[in-house]
Nanobody
Framework: QVQVVESGGGLVQAGGSLKLSCVASGTSFINGALAWFRQAPGKERVFVAAIDWAGTSAKYADSVKGRFTISRDIPDISLQMNSLRPGDTAVYYC??????????????????????WGQGTQVTVSS
Protein backbone atom coordinates (compact mmCIF):
# COMPACT_ATOMS: atom_id res chain seq x y z
CA GLN A 1 0.00 0.00 0.00
CA VAL A 2 1.42 3.33 -1.08
CA GLN A 3 1.54 6.01 1.57
CA VAL A 4 2.54 9.64 1.38
CA VAL A 5 2.76 11.31 4.78
CA GLU A 6 3.55 14.93 5.55
CA SER A 7 4.64 16.45 8.85
CA GLY A 8 5.95 19.70 10.25
CA GLY A 9 3.19 22.25 9.75
CA GLY A 10 2.22 24.80 12.34
CA LEU A 11 1.78 28.45 13.26
CA VAL A 12 4.59 30.96 12.75
CA GLN A 13 4.92 34.73 12.66
CA ALA A 14 5.69 36.56 9.46
CA GLY A 15 9.41 36.46 8.75
CA GLY A 16 9.81 33.16 10.54
CA SER A 17 10.72 29.68 9.31
CA LEU A 18 9.20 26.22 9.19
CA LYS A 19 10.40 22.89 7.82
CA LEU A 20 8.03 20.36 6.31
CA SER A 21 8.87 16.70 5.73
CA CYS A 22 7.33 14.03 3.53
CA VAL A 23 7.83 10.29 3.34
CA ALA A 24 6.59 8.24 0.37
CA SER A 25 6.58 4.47 0.72
CA GLY A 26 4.97 1.31 -0.60
CA THR A 27 6.26 1.35 -4.15
CA SER A 28 9.39 2.34 -6.03
CA PHE A 29 9.88 6.00 -6.86
CA ILE A 30 13.48 5.55 -7.99
CA ASN A 31 12.73 7.01 -11.43
CA GLY A 32 10.22 9.54 -10.23
CA ALA A 33 9.81 12.77 -8.37
CA LEU A 34 8.30 14.26 -5.25
CA ALA A 35 6.71 17.66 -4.97
CA TRP A 36 4.98 20.13 -2.70
CA PHE A 37 1.74 21.89 -3.54
CA ARG A 38 -0.35 24.22 -1.42
CA GLN A 39 -3.98 25.21 -1.25
CA ALA A 40 -5.28 28.31 0.47
CA PRO A 41 -8.95 28.56 1.53
CA GLY A 42 -11.19 29.10 -1.49
CA LYS A 43 -8.33 28.78 -3.95
CA GLU A 44 -6.94 26.13 -6.27
CA ARG A 45 -4.08 23.83 -5.35
CA VAL A 46 -0.85 25.33 -6.72
CA PHE A 47 2.68 24.12 -7.24
CA VAL A 48 5.42 25.05 -4.77
CA ALA A 49 8.48 22.93 -5.55
CA ALA A 50 9.57 19.54 -6.91
CA ILE A 51 12.68 17.40 -6.72
CA ASP A 52 13.84 14.29 -8.54
CA TRP A 53 14.25 11.08 -6.57
CA ALA A 54 18.04 11.37 -6.57
CA GLY A 55 17.84 14.88 -5.16
CA THR A 56 19.96 16.37 -7.92
CA SER A 57 17.42 18.58 -9.68
CA ALA A 58 14.67 20.86 -8.40
CA LYS A 59 12.00 23.20 -9.73
CA TYR A 60 10.33 26.07 -7.86
CA ALA A 61 7.34 28.32 -8.24
CA ASP A 62 8.38 31.94 -8.77
CA SER A 63 6.53 32.97 -5.61
CA VAL A 64 8.86 30.93 -3.38
CA LYS A 65 12.22 31.14 -5.17
CA GLY A 66 14.93 32.36 -2.84
CA ARG A 67 12.79 31.69 0.26
CA PHE A 68 11.97 27.96 0.08
CA THR A 69 14.38 25.06 -0.43
CA ILE A 70 13.36 21.52 -1.32
CA SER A 71 15.86 18.77 -0.55
CA ARG A 72 16.16 15.03 -0.52
CA ASP A 73 17.20 13.07 2.55
CA ILE A 74 16.25 9.49 1.75
CA PRO A 75 13.63 8.34 2.51
CA ASP A 76 12.27 11.85 3.18
CA ILE A 77 12.00 15.05 1.27
CA SER A 78 11.90 18.32 3.14
CA LEU A 79 10.76 21.84 2.40
CA GLN A 80 12.64 24.50 4.30
CA MET A 81 10.52 27.65 4.32
CA ASN A 82 12.18 30.92 5.31
CA SER A 83 10.98 34.53 5.33
CA LEU A 84 7.40 33.33 5.57
CA ARG A 85 4.58 35.69 4.67
CA PRO A 86 0.87 35.67 5.53
CA GLY A 87 0.26 34.82 1.85
CA ASP A 88 2.06 31.50 2.40
CA THR A 89 -0.77 30.35 4.68
CA ALA A 90 -2.25 27.18 3.20
CA VAL A 91 -2.54 23.44 3.52
CA TYR A 92 0.66 21.99 2.09
CA TYR A 93 0.45 18.69 0.24
CA CYS A 94 3.19 16.27 -0.73
CA UNK A 95 2.77 14.50 -4.07
CA UNK A 96 4.66 11.59 -5.64
CA UNK A 97 5.15 10.58 -9.26
CA UNK A 98 6.61 7.16 -10.06
CA UNK A 99 8.26 7.91 -13.40
CA UNK A 100 9.83 10.98 -14.97
CA UNK A 101 11.34 10.34 -18.40
CA UNK A 102 13.00 13.74 -18.89
CA UNK A 103 13.41 16.17 -16.01
CA UNK A 104 13.97 19.13 -18.33
CA UNK A 105 10.48 18.76 -19.80
CA UNK A 106 8.74 17.47 -16.70
CA UNK A 107 5.65 19.62 -16.03
CA UNK A 108 6.11 19.54 -12.29
CA UNK A 109 3.50 22.27 -11.78
CA UNK A 110 0.59 20.13 -13.06
CA UNK A 111 -1.11 18.34 -10.15
CA UNK A 112 -2.76 15.77 -12.46
CA UNK A 113 0.67 14.32 -13.24
CA UNK A 114 1.19 12.96 -9.74
CA UNK A 115 0.10 9.46 -8.83
CA UNK A 116 -0.09 9.77 -5.06
CA TRP A 117 -0.92 12.48 -2.53
CA GLY A 118 -0.65 12.97 1.19
CA GLN A 119 -3.40 14.28 3.43
CA GLY A 120 -1.80 17.70 3.86
CA THR A 121 -0.38 19.73 6.73
CA GLN A 122 -1.55 23.19 7.76
CA VAL A 123 0.85 26.12 7.67
CA THR A 124 -0.39 29.38 9.15
CA VAL A 125 1.66 32.59 9.02
CA SER A 126 0.42 35.40 11.23
CA SER A 127 1.10 39.06 10.50
Amino acid sequence: QVQVVESGGGLVQAGGSLKLSCVASGTSFINGALAWFRQAPGKERVFVAAIDWAGTSAKYADSVKGRFTISRDIPDISLQMNSLRPGDTAVYYCAAERFVSDWSTFRAWEPTIYDYWGQGTQVTVSS
